[in-house]
């Protein structure tokens, strides 16, 4: 398995088959990002909640590559009413099997919303993480989320090979809860996300991964390639 990260939440995973995933698709307006819109090429696209930082250009990236779009019910049903059909719904606790691999849907202390022509801000049901295995290997996106204690049980319960966890804090985890969540979730390797985009989120990666047992935190360069 091959993993990514191309800035905020943007991570791509290229399993041994050659299913290519992408969690998260904020492209346009992102500036850190290095993928090009018009040109990335995806299978499957893993959505963790409907804030525009994460649905991102999901809908024109599934529109332009039949990609299969994965998410909570509410996100694939309102997905469905803009014009996409190759969607599947899930919810935090419910796993499913699929071709490239197994898919199991976690909690994430989060909202979960889009902003309407009006400025009103529409619900799309319940934030989520995303435990994806494959290849006999486990990666797990965190989506947006505070910390929580049943992070323990998932890391109990999950042999994780690689965890990407948001440290910007503000809206999410700080680095202080972020250090905590990695000892709980017992990651063989953490990558740091979410920071940096914007003012508020600002953070320095290297002074979470220095905190954690050596060999565990891992900043990547921008669209490299790493194995896992």
Same mark, same amino acid.
């Given at each position: #398995?091959?993993?990514?990260?191309?800035?905020?939440?943007?991570?791509?995973?290229?399993?041994?088959?050659?299913?290519? &995933?992408?969690?998260?698709?904020?492209?346009?307006?992102?500036?850190?990002?290095? =993928?090009?819109?018009?040109?990335?090429?995806?299978?499957?696209?893993?959505?963790?909640?409907?804030?525009? /930082?994460?649905?991102?250009?999901?809908?024109?990236?599934?529109?332009?590559?039949?990609?299969?779009?994965?998410?909570?019910?509410?996100?694939?049903?309102?997905?469905?009413?803009?014009?996409?059909?190759?969607?599947?719904? #899930?919810?935090?606790?419910?796993?499913?099997?699929?071709?490239?691999?197994?898919?199991?849907?976690?909690?994430?202390?989060?909202?979960?919303?889009?902003?309407?022509?009006?400025?009103?801000?529409?619900?799309?049901? =319940?934030?989520?993480?995303?435990? &994806?295995?494959?290849?006999?290997?486990?990666?797990?996106? =965190?989506?947006?989320?505070?910390?929580?204690? /049943? #992070?323990?049980?998932?890391?109990?319960?999950?042999?994780?090979?690689?965890?990407?966890?948001?440290?910007?804090?503000?809206?999410? #985890?700080?680095?202080?809860?972020?250090? =905590?969540?990695?000892?709980?979730?017992?990651?063989?390797?953490?990558?740091?996300?979410?920071?940096?985009?914007?003012? &508020?989120?600002?953070?320095?990666?290297?002074?979470?991964?220095?905190?954690?047992?050596?060999?565990?935190?891992?900043?990547?360069?921008?669209?490299?390639?790493?194995?896992?």
């Amino acid at each position: #398995m091959k993993v990514a990260f191309h800035g905020h939440a943007v991570v791509s995973v290229v399993t041994h088959d050659g299913t290519k &995933l992408l969690f998260d698709p904020f492209i346009t307006g992102h500036e850190q990002c290095d =993928l090009n819109l018009s040109k990335v090429e995806v299978d499957v696209i893993l959505v963790t909640h409907a804030h525009a /930082d994460h649905l991102g250009d999901t809908i024109e990236l599934a529109k332009r590559t039949g990609a299969h779009v994965i998410s909570t019910v509410e996100i694939v049903s309102y997905l469905s009413s803009q014009g996409l059909n190759n969607v599947h719904g #899930m919810q935090p606790g419910g796993a499913h099997n699929f071709p490239f691999g197994r898919i199991k849907f976690t909690p994430a202390i989060h909202g979960s919303s889009i902003t309407l022509e009006n400025g009103k801000p529409y619900e799309l049901g =319940l934030a989520a993480g995303i435990l &994806l295995t494959a290849d006999n290997q486990t990666v797990y996106h =965190l989506g947006d989320t505070a910390l929580y204690s /049943d #992070m323990q049980l998932i890391g109990n319960r999950e042999a994780i090979d690689l965890a990407f966890v948001p440290i910007g804090d503000n809206f999410t #985890m700080g680095l202080e809860d972020a250090i =905590l969540a990695t000892e709980w979730l017992q990651a063989k390797r953490v990558v740091p996300i979410h920071y940096n985009t914007f003012p &508020l989120i600002e953070q320095d990666p290297y002074a979470f991964i220095n905190r954690l047992p050596e060999g565990v935190g891992y900043v990547p360069k921008l669209g490299e390639f790493f194995e896992l």
